[in-house]
């Protein structure tokens, strides 16, 4: 297969798709290896670039997708009577912002970051698609844990996390902060195996749930920080 076809085909691959396709998949459809597809695609993308087309190639991650061109979103809403998106609040961005720089992690941890119950944010983030469960954490009462989604890179223009800019010096607090909760969530770990029967059987065990675990781990990071390290649960996002 030339070169060229091989950019036809990869060109109509993604437009037919209309979401983000894997570069493994487009090799094997292909039959051809990474590194021409990887090469291709950013052949693509630059010419799309340069000859500031209406649409744009974009790297997300391990796939590649077609997308319109920003600059061209005015007339794009305009000519599908589209609305505009709804902007995030900044609780929203506070709960995206720890989420994408601390991921996987629970929304326990958030919480006390922020010093409020982030419910309703995380869920909106999830309805938005901007994160996504992965899995739980292995400590009783398996609190879910989160990720941002590729959803999140191609809102804010990143082909990886990797271009996520570096965080500022954390301060001493944030820093015992973060500590406080790794010792909590080793001490549940450590509680809960002390506390499985001899036998193996846990089925006679009643489950914790995820609220008895945020709040056990919560109350052992507030004792370990003492009075200046309290945290605030009393109060919400403040969103409806």
Do not use: H
């Not at 459809?29 to 209406?54: K, M």
């Not at 890179?153 to 800019?165: D, K």
């Not at 036998?199 to 009643?206: I, L």
Request: hydrophobic share 35%; aromatic share 6%.
């Amino acid at each position: 297969m030339e070169l060229k076809e091989v950019e036809s085909a990869i060109e109509g691959i993604l437009f037919a798709a209309g979401e983000p396709v894997g570069v493994e998949r487009i090799c094997m459809t292909l039959e051809v290896d990474r590194e021409t597809v990887d090469a291709v695609c950013q052949r693509l993308a630059d010419q799309y670039s340069y000859e500031r087309r209406g649409i744009r190639l974009v790297r997300l991650d391990s796939c590649y997708q077609l997308c319109s061109a920003p600059e061209y979103a005015d007339y794009i809403r305009k000519a599908f009577e589209s609305r505009k998106p709804a902007r995030l609040s900044q609780p929203a961005l506070e709960v995206l912002s720890i989420i994408a720089y601390y991921q996987p992690t629970t929304k326990a941890y958030v919480d006390q970051v922020r010093g409020v119950d982030s419910s309703y944010t995380v869920g909106l983030l999830v309805e938005r698609e901007l994160i996504e469960e992965c899995g739980r954490m292995a400590v009783p009462g398996r609190p879910i844990l989160y990720r941002t989604t590729q959803n999140f890179l191609r809102s804010f223009g990143l082909s990886s996390l990797e271009e996520l800019p570096d965080l500022p010096s954390s301060s001493a607090e944030d820093e015992q902060l973060t500590l406080d909760m790794q010792e909590s969530i080793a001490r549940l770990q450590q509680e809960a195996a002390q506390q499985q029967p001899e036998t193996g059987d846990a089925d006679n065990e009643a489950p914790i749930t995820d609220e008895e675990l945020e709040a056990a781990a919560m109350e052992l990071a507030q004792q370990e920080a003492g009075e200046g390290g309290a945290v605030n649960v009393d109060g919400g996002d403040g969103e409806e």
